[in-house]
């Protein structure tokens, strides 16, 4: 974890300064999570949706994925999603 000290976060005088004090006070906007998919290996630029019905949206992508045999997994990958669906468990759909 990195903190910045308060004078430097009240002159806001570094690099990245306001998106880094903005994600600090609201939280990030997205978070990287690990997948593991009963389906086909989870490909990197695959999109991510909310559920299967047609009120599913996209909350995010894969950047990477593999087969995971040593783990008795299918496959398994690293994607962002939107922070609130970022729980342990979330159900989702990779396309």
């Known amino acids: 974890t990195w903190t910045i000290a308060k004078r430097r ?5 570094f690099p990245g300064a306001k998106v880094i ?7 990030p906007p997205r ?4 997948i ?3 389906g086909s ?9 909310s559920g299967r019905d047609e009120k599913s949206r996209i909350i ?3 950047t990477s994925g593999c087969p995971a045999p040593s783990l008795k997994l299918l496959n398994v ?4 999603v939107e922070t609130p669906l970022s729980k342990v ?6 396309n």
């Open 9 to 13: 976060r009240q002159l806001a005088d």
């Open 60 to 62: 995010g992508k894969v």
């Open 31 to 34: 978070k990287r999570v690990g």
């Open 77 to 80: 990958g690293m994607a962002y």
């Open 41 to 49: 290996c989870p490909r990197s630029g695959a999109e991510i949706q």
């Open 89 to 94: 468990g979330n159900k989702v759909n990779v």
């Open 21 to 27: 004090l903005d994600q600090i006070e609201k939280g």
């Open 36 to 38: 593991k998919s009963t």
